[in-house]
């Protein structure tokens, strides 16, 4: 059984926008962190953004931020990352993790334990 899985990456043009889902059977945003990563080969995984589980505070990287939101839909169990004004070098392997670690580990891929198989996303110039 898939415990996390993404899906909505895809090729688009630099300035348009994509919406990524992120679902996991069993697992609320008041159980868990859900988190965004992005990776480009050679390269270390790169925090994107990422809900809390208390309060349902958002954090974003500031390579994101006022471009990219969280949303999402409590009864499906999915968290989206809306994705807007896209630029090339917003282009990597996105994934979805899901944690239960404390707030300063909510930027870290250490403070996640679950992952999903991850999306490629590609921002044409």
């Known amino acids: 059984q898939v415990e996390v899985e993404e899906s909505g990456g895809g090729l688009v043009q630099a300035g348009g926008s994509l919406r990524l889902a992120c679902s996991s059977p069993?697992?609320?945003?008041?159980?868990?962190?859900w988190a965004w990563f992005r990776q480009v080969p050679g390269k270390e995984r790169q925090f994107v953004a990422a809900?809390?589980?208390?309060?349902?505070?958002?954090y974003y990287a500031d390579s994101v931020k006022g471009r990219f939101s969280i949303s999402r839909d409590s009864a499906k169990n999915t968290l989206f990352l809306q994705m807007d004004t896209l630029k090339p070098e917003d282009t990597a392997v996105y994934y979805c993790?899901?944690?239960?670690?404390?707030?300063?580990?909510?930027?870290?891929?250490?403070?996640?334990?679950?992952w999903g198989q991850g999306t490629q996303v590609t921002v044409s110039s």
């Open positions: 809900r809390f589980r208390s309060g349902g505070y958002e």
């Open positions: 993790a899901l944690g239960q670690g404390i707030l300063s580990t909510i930027r870290s891929p250490s403070g996640y334990r679950l």
């Open positions: 069993g697992r609320t945003v008041r159980t868990h962190n």
